[in-house]
């Protein structure tokens, strides 16, 4: 059953989908091919897999597996399952609305057409955020062709060690109303040029490996790693505004 | 270690990518130098801060052009 109501195509849509089944079942493969710091202490490092927010639903192979039979329930499942993250990450990567909407449909829409090619050797959310973040890409190009160089030379030297250094206080981002945070951190994501928020929004937002996010982006494992570094001292830097340590704490 | 060289190790101590022998020595380092334990810690709770954060809901007329999109172009492709 699909989960929202309102979508008042979701009838047109099975309809549809089920005539496409119907003939893509009926022709012959070849033609299916179209396509705190008191005392010293060292907080341990995020174990981003063990967070339950991240982790992929245990029912996506099923899903996709059933979307690839012709079930656009499955398919309208895993939508409206990643429909908000992807729409996070073309809006983090553009800084444009209205391109960033472009991109999230034209990532589902490329997504639809060629998931008879995905043979699940990688997450299908893996794999929809490549498609993501490659039509988020081509938009930003377009809006700033001379400004968006992501395989351009980057100063990784001493300059990204801060002079200066505030301690934040504790749990920080329960000071801030979930709204507020989420513009807090979109803002700062923002602030960072394209090199550096896209490299960061696929290896610490989206959780794409080095291999993978380097693989998206046409970079070197290297030249991932030095702009990690620096978008993560970056941001580091830029939530210091609203994260330091008041003199109550 | 210094807080030079612990820059340039940053990125794979974050991503616990080094072996044990220079772990240990950053993590002496961090024991002696403020500094570098706050960058150390307030990197670590920005990853994690980003990494939790849920995405703000889908603006519904957003939501509604996605799914129409589809609709069309299935209807384009299957007339």
Redesign the interface.
């Known amino acids: 059953m699909l989960s929202h109501p309102q979508c008042r195509f979701a009838k047109t849509l099975c309809a549809l989908w089920a005539a496409h089944s119907y003939r893509m079942n009926s022709m012959l493969p070849s033609a299916m091919d179209e396509q705190a710091m008191s005392s010293p202490k060292i907080n341990p490092v995020p174990q981003r897999q063990q967070i339950p927010s991240q982790v992929v639903k245990e029912d996506e192979p099923q899903l996709v597996a059933a979307a690839q039979s012709g079930k656009l329930e499955a398919f309208e499942t895993l939508v409206e399952r990643y429909e908000r993250k992807i729409f996070r990450l073309t809006l983090n990567i553009t800084q444009n609305r209205e391109d960033a909407e472009d991109a999230m449909q034209e990532a589902f829409l490329k997504a639809f057409e060629h998931l008879h090619e995905f043979q699940g050797n990688s997450r299908f959310y893996t794999w929809l955020v490549r498609i993501a973040v490659n039509q988020a890409l081509m938009k930003l190009r377009k809006r700033r062709p001379n400004q968006v160089s992501l395989d351009a030379e980057v100063d990784t030297g001493e300059d990204t060690i801060p002079r200066e250094v505030e301690d934040w206080g504790p749990s920080p981002e329960d000071r801030f109303e979930q709204v507020e945070l989420s513009g807090i951190l979109s803002e700062a994501i923002g602030e960072l040029d394209p090199p550096f928020r896209t490299v960061f929004q696929l290896r610490d937002i989206e959780e794409l490996s080095t291999e993978e996010t380097a693989e998206a982006l046409g970079l070197s494992v290297p030249a991932v790693k030095s702009r990690l570094l620096r978008a993560r001292l970056k941001l580091r830097q830029k939530l210091t505004r609203y994260f330091r340590r008041s003199d109550n704490q | 270690m210094n807080?030079?060289t612990l820059?340039i190790e940053?990125?794979?101590y974050?991503?616990?990518e080094l072996d044990a022998a220079v772990r240990a020595s950053i993590?002496e380092h961090?024991?002696?130098c403020?500094?570098c334990?706050?960058?150390?810690?307030?990197?670590?709770?920005?990853?994690?801060?980003?990494?939790?954060?849920?995405?703000?809901?889908?603006p519904?007329d957003?939501?509604?052009?996605?799914?129409?999109?589809?609709?069309k172009?299935?209807?384009r492709?299957?007339p």
């Open positions: 807080c030079k820059v940053l990125e794979q974050l991503d616990e993590e961090l024991t002696k403020k500094k334990r706050i960058i150390v810690n307030t990197c670590k709770k920005t990853i994690e801060i980003y990494c939790n954060s849920e995405p703000a809901p889908l519904e957003t939501r509604l052009r996605l799914h129409d999109a589809l609709a172009r299935l209807r492709a299957h």
